[in-house]
């Protein structure tokens, strides 16, 4: 990891450190949930889709404890500057990567519901493409925090305009296919709930590549779009 800043305290110093370390822990354990709920949906497995269900109390316990070291920093060392902004990212993360998982429990819901009715013949592939494309998101977010790269956090968030656009796109498909044969509606419906939670899972990655930014140059990016986010924190301007 891209080391932050060194105080006089070791044992400060390695606090900050664990917590950031942990966050990463954390996030490899989300892309797991995801890789696991994709691969389940995708090939009706419906064993690998309640190992993903009954495993996201592990992801639960993860957030608790983190939560915990945390609170202990704040409470001990009364950080400041910096230092505050590390911890309140690392919060914030936290809470994005407990819903990440989530819904990636919700994609294993929904494999479990489209295991027993009649595949397709593409295999869901649609629900592949942007599965794989919304896991990159998060692997490289965490990348990103990992390295306190500001420009692969924007990257990552411009990524999002894209996964929304194959959301869009897998809705489209599936309102036609229950249009056409109103027998699939049942299944049509559970790829949608499944897209619905890729796309949000997106959502969450993006919110985590804003965290970087606060956290490396302490201002706030919610609601900003991101053409004003290159223009104030990295000085572009547009073409």
Same mark, same amino acid.
């Given at each position: 990891m891209e080391p932050i800043h060194t105080h006089i305290s070791r044992q400060?110093?390695?606090?900050?450190?664990?917590?950031?370390?942990?966050?990463?822990?954390?996030?490899?354990?989300?892309?797991?949930?995801?890789?696991?709920?994709?691969?389940?949906?995708?090939?009706? &497995?419906?064993?690998?889709?309640?190992?993903?269900?009954?495993?996201?109390?592990?992801? &639960?316990?993860?957030?608790?404890?983190?939560?915990?070291?945390?609170?202990?920093?704040?409470?001990?060392?009364q950080p400041a500057a910096g230092d505050l902004r590390l911890v309140v990212a690392v919060i914030k993360t936290i809470t994005d990567l407990e819903r990440i998982g989530?819904?990636?429990?919700?994609?294993?819901?929904?494999?479990?519901?489209?295991?027993?009715?009649?595949?397709?013949?593409?295999?869901?592939?649609?629900?592949?493409?942007?599965? &794989?494309?919304?896991?990159?998101?998060?692997h490289d977010a965490l990348d990103a925090f990992a390295r306190l790269d500001i420009e692969a956090a924007l990257r990552v968030a411009r990524e999002d305009e894209q996964v929304d656009k194959e959301y869009e796109g897998v809705m489209r498909q599936m309102i036609t296919f229950m249009m056409e044969d109103p027998r699939t509606i049942s299944r049509m419906l559970n790829v949608i709930w499944a897209a619905r939670a890729l796309e949000r899972i997106g959502?969450?990655?993006?919110?985590?590549?804003?965290?970087?930014?606060?956290?490396?140059?302490?201002?706030?990016?919610?609601?900003i779009s991101l053409e004003q986010i290159e223009k104030e924190i990295l000085g572009r301007t547009g073409k």
């Open positions: 400060y110093n390695a606090e900050l450190e664990d917590i950031r370390s942990r966050v990463l822990q954390m996030g490899g354990l989300v892309e797991q949930q995801i890789s696991h709920a994709i691969s389940a949906l995708v090939d009706g &497995n419906v064993v690998l889709a309640d190992a993903v269900a009954t495993g996201d109390y592990k992801v &639960n316990q993860m957030e608790v404890a983190i939560d915990e070291e945390c609170s202990q920093i704040i409470a001990r060392r989530d819904e990636a429990e919700k994609i294993a819901r929904m494999a479990v519901r489209l295991a027993a009715e009649e595949r397709p013949k593409n295999n869901y592939i649609e629900i592949q493409a942007l599965g &794989n494309h919304v896991r990159q998101m998060v959502d969450h990655a993006c919110n985590i590549c804003e965290y970087i930014i606060f956290l490396v140059k302490g201002k706030d990016v919610r609601h």
